[in-house]
């Protein structure tokens, strides 16, 4: 957020009575939010919180932890018990969260540098350890909030402000990662892809163990502007054309490599003990109940 | 009490929270069970040397209590865990040794601005970087004041023996939630793996959270008491709160201006500084006609105390104060020493980190010896004597 605000963004003209179905679970003082227009963020937040209104979940049974970055202000727009944390941190946090309070449904929000560059290693172990949460990463290809550097998903010859001669590192496919590591369920979908994406992140809140999303946004601001992607609906009818839904694919298969088809849909949905259901299996053993 | 048949518990499996009784345990061992004594159910920890023994007693002990403990990837995320769990109402804590008290130092900084009740003991040991993994060290002293980035206050006890281990960790569960305030536990390696007499008591108080009294609606989660500490809603209490480590508003909201900042930062030191006579704990042995005082803490005060005894078999009055408390540090305490003795004397296990602090505090009025060493063994009684001698030297 600037320090000097050069021109504040006009407040949305708010009918009397009339109200958003999602006002209750969003912190309307809060809005409009410091997202750029085009970003695919606001389409994320919606479809969650849609999936949390269709599956009549309790406002205080949920609880978002984000990390730092522009995804990273997802926390503070929801109106649940919401945590805005260091960076990179957000899994652990949700891990000591969860465990804490079992009843609790944790959800991370959260981009793809904050997970997956510098929260990496926190990401292979949850996953590894099936701690119950519910990772939502939105994927922009680029660390929008500081200004458009290169990240772990930046496609090979991606121009960003650190990468101004091309990207010449290899990129991360999330949705492989997130498998191999032992997600039991894994799915990527694009912001164009609105209502499946609700859809599956009602499949995740209801799915025991980890559970990974992909959500792939564009960030016409940044990576869209120096990759010469056009606007968002530019970036959206690309997505139109190149997105293809494939359910049960090989995760390997999923790479997103511009100007290619690349695959969305659910990869991954299984079932395996949890954490703490493993770990109240040994307390019991332990007592000999 | 000295008759008291000696409880082995190490092995046993007991739901008891309170393990009263005496025991031979070490230092470590100390921290784990006043920890669970004071109602911590949830421990997320690294491995590291000499720390171990406070994890692998809390991954035994902490399944028979309705805890948790977790092995974390490292402490980076075991801090963060700590957060997390803090937030999720219960009591938390890590213990580290200088390593991965370099890596808890970004969520410690969180701990702070989000006002996290937590307690993190640090094993010290000899560093820089890996440095004397298995042997002594108080180099980290000035970290745990000053390790995390921006200007904050830090609640840290430095216990010297394993009793104490046990005494002040119940203490820094209490503290943390009194102030809702990351404690800090600077012990050592000897104190650490050192084995004694350790009682502990019948019945060992469970400090309480501090939660709100008003209803969720329009309520402000970083509104102050009167004693600038806000209550804390916990994660599924009802109020919905959100909670950032970028500087902040009484509503929790992000505050991008410099008031705002300077107004929060103000509080969160202030809400420590103002009360901390309420545990500025330190102990004095033979100060009372002392003309030379060495000040030490940790397992360095034990060794002081017997270099403070050769100089009284010398003839020499000398006597020892030992911290308890290390930060905030006692101006005070050394400010009234000061205008008494003739000579002071630090004695620590590192180049001088607590020597400047006392030398600031007692302003240069009295003559001062530090008895250093970089780490990896502890003093002898002979040079804190010494250093008694050198003091006493300088001054005629």
């Not at chain 1, 980890?210 to 959500?215: G, K, S, V």
């Not at chain 2, 009294?213 to 009167?226: I, T």
């Not at chain 2, 959100?242 to 969160?268: C, F, I, N, S």
């Not at chain 2, 000040?295 to 000398?318: D, H, N, P, Q, T």
Request: glycine share 10%; net charge neutral.
């Amino acid at each position: 957020m600037p320090i000097v605000k050069h021109k504040p963004k006009p407040k949305p003209e708010v009918l009397p009575g009339v109200r958003h179905p999602l006002e209750k679970y969003l912190r309307t003082d809060r809005l409009p939010h410091i997202w750029c227009s085009g970003c695919g963020l606001g389409i994320a937040l919606s479809s969650f919180l849609y999936a949390l209104e269709e599956l009549e979940i309790d406002p205080d049974s949920v609880a978002v932890v984000s990390g730092i970055g522009c995804a990273g202000r997802f926390a503070g727009y929801v109106r649940l018990d919401s945590y805005h944390t260091t960076h990179g941190r957000a899994i652990p946090f949700a891990t000591g969260l969860k465990l804490a309070k079992p009843d609790l449904k944790v959800v991370v929000f959260s981009g793809d540098g904050d997970l997956f560059a510098i929260g990496g290693n926190h990401f292979i172990h949850a996953a590894r350890r099936n701690v119950d949460i519910t990772v939502l990463c939105v994927n922009n290809f680029n660390y929008g909030m500081t200004g458009g550097q290169v990240g772990p998903t930046t496609p090979i010859e991606g121009r960003t402000t650190t990468t101004p001669y091309g990207n010449f590192e290899h990129p991360f496919n999330l949705v492989y990662l997130a498998a191999s590591a032992g997600a039991t369920y894994v799915a990527r979908w694009t912001t164009l892809h609105a209502r499946r994406l609700k859809e599956s992140i009602k499949e995740a809140l209801q799915h025991p163990g980890f559970n990974f999303i992909e959500i792939i946004s564009p960030c016409p601001t940044n990576f869209g502007r120096r990759n010469k992607l056009g606007d968002a609906l530019d970036e959206m009818r690309y997505y139109a054309e190149k997105a293809m839904i494939r359910h049960g694919a090989d995760p390997a298969a999923a790479e997103v490599v511009p100007g290619k088809e690349f695959i969305v849909g659910k990869f991954v949905d299984t079932r395996k003990p949890t954490y703490l259901e493993l770990y109240r299996k040994k307390v019991e053993e332990l007592f000999g109940r | 009490m000295a008759n008291k048949p000696v409880t082995r518990t190490a092995s046993r499996v007991t739901k008891k929270r309170v393990l009263s009784g005496v025991h031979f345990m070490n230092g470590d061992e100390a921290i784990a069970e006043g920890a669970i004594a004071a109602g911590c159910t949830f421990f997320a920890a690294y491995p590291i040397t000499p720390q171990s023994e406070i994890a692998e007693r809390m991954a035994r002990r902490l399944p028979q209590v309705d805890g948790v403990f977790i092995q974390m990837e490292d402490e980076l995320g075991a801090m963060a865990a700590v957060i997390g769990a803090a937030w999720g109402g219960v009591k938390a804590m890590t213990a580290t040794s200088g390593p991965g008290f370099s890596l808890m130092m970004e969520n410690l900084g969180l701990a702070v601005m989000t006002e996290t009740p937590c307690v993190i003991a640090n094993v010290q040991r000899g560093a820089p970087s890996t440095g004397l993994p298995t042997l002594v060290g108080q180099g980290d002293m000035m970290q745990a004041r000053w390790g995390s980035h921006g200007h904050y206050e830090i609640i840290a006890l430095s216990p010297a023996s394993p009793q104490e281990a046990f005494d002040l960790t119940v203490k820094a569960f209490a503290l943390s939630e009194r102030f809702r305030s990351p404690v800090l536990l600077m012990t050592d390696e000897v104190v650490g793996h050192m084995y004694e007499r350790v009682e502990i008591p019948e019945e060992v108080p469970v400090a309480p959270r501090r939660k709100p009294k008003a209803p969720p609606d329009g309520f402000l989660p970083f509104k102050p008491e009167e004693d600038l500490v806000p209550p804390m809603a916990c994660a599924g209490d009802g109020y919905r709160i959100h909670v950032t480590g970028l500087t902040h508003d009484e509503r929790g909201y992000p505050a991008m201006d410099a008031e705002a900042h300077d107004k929060l930062v103000r509080r969160l030191c202030e809400k420590i500084t103002r009360f901390r006579d309420e545990f500025t704990w330190y102990e004095e042995v033979m100060t009372e006609d002392a003309e030379v005082l060495v000040i030490s803490y940790g397992i360095s005060a034990r060794v002081s105390l017997g270099g403070v005894e050769l100089a009284r078999a010398k003839g020499i009055k000398a006597g020892l104060l030992r911290l308890i408390t290390i930060w905030p540090f006692p101006d005070e305490v050394i400010r009234k020493f000061a205008d008494r003795v003739g000579g002071l004397v630090v004695v620590e296990i590192n180049l001088g980190q607590i020597y400047r602090e006392v030398e600031r505090a007692s302003g240069g009025r009295v003559p001062m010896r530090g008895v250093f060493h970089a780490g990896g063994r502890i003093h002898t009684p002979e040079e804190v004597l010494a250093g008694i001698e050198e003091v006493l030297e300088c001054r005629s």
